[in-house]
């Protein structure tokens, strides 16, 4: 039961472009969605959140939107740079109950950006 | 700030042997999470401590998996006895109270199980 779906295992982008990164989710329950980055023989690292109540979150570079109707999520990256070249996850949590703290990711998404 | 520290970096063992992992959180941190990586399965969450106390551990796979907390700067995974099925990359992750915040990463284990 994938409750979080990334569907493209990778993506390809040139250096300056805006890079897109999907995610679906199944559960309504969810409330708290995050972006990691992970790069090769490393622990995912945070990379921006976005709560239910909100639409977009903008940090820098990167913007995240939510669609709850959808149960999608977007991550943007503009302008890519080659040294944004990692794997990214999606991830999602719901408050209370035995969820509290729990976080669901998705398989994640190669991003490779050319020079 | 010294991040989340796991050891051993690589352990390869043999299938029936028993296997530790171990984490040290974030200083002030006060949950604690253990997850698997595989090709198959993605990450995926075996357990995780609140306050040193076990909360969910549905994730584990079998009994042969046991993870302590003995206090808040220390966390074991057990594996005993290991199997070839158990090769993966796991991360342990801790985070401050807060309900909605960012779980920090330790570098992981790769365990090799030959």
């Known amino acids: 039961d994938q409750q979080v779906k990334q569907n493209s295992p990778s993506l390809s982008v040139q250096e300056g472009r805006i890079s897109i990164l999907n995610c679906d989710y199944t559960?309504?329950?969810?409330?708290?969605f995050l972006w990691y980055k992970k790069y090769p023989a490393e622990g995912p690292t945070f990379l921006i959140s976005?709560?239910?109540?909100?639409d977009k979150n903008e940090d820098g570079r990167f913007t995240v939107f939510l669609n709850k109707s959808a149960k999608h999520l977007s991550l943007h990256i503009v302008p890519s740079q080659p040294g944004d070249s990692a794997v990214y996850f999606c991830?999602?949590?719901?408050?209370?109950?035995?969820?509290?703290?729990?976080?669901?990711f998705g398989q994640g998404t190669i991003l490779t950006v050319h020079p | 700030d010294a991040g989340v520290i796991q050891s051993p970096r690589h352990e390869v063992t043999e299938m029936g042997q028993e296997v530790t992992l171990r984490c040290k959180p974030i200083?002030?941190?006060?949950?604690l999470f253990w997850y698997r990586q595989t090709m198959m399965r993605g990450l995926e969450l075996l357990i995780y401590?609140?306050?040193?106390?076990?909360?969910?551990d549905s994730g584990m796979p079998e009994d042969r998996f046991s993870a302590k907390m003995p206090n808040a700067s220390f966390s074991t995974l057990k594996i005993q006895p290991s199997e070839p099925r158990d090769s993966a990359v796991y991360f342990c992750?801790?985070?401050?109270?807060?309900?909605?915040?960012?779980?920090?990463f330790g570098n992981g284990t790769r365990l090799t199980v030959t």
């Open positions: 992750a801790s985070r401050p109270g807060q309900e909605n915040s960012p779980l920090h």
């Open positions: 559960n309504s329950m969810f409330d708290y």
């Open positions: 976005i709560s239910s109540i909100k």
């Open positions: 991830a999602a949590s719901a408050r209370g109950g035995t969820s509290y703290g729990k976080l669901t």
């Open positions: 200083s002030g941190h006060n949950s």
């Open positions: 401590f609140n306050n040193n106390v076990p909360i969910d």
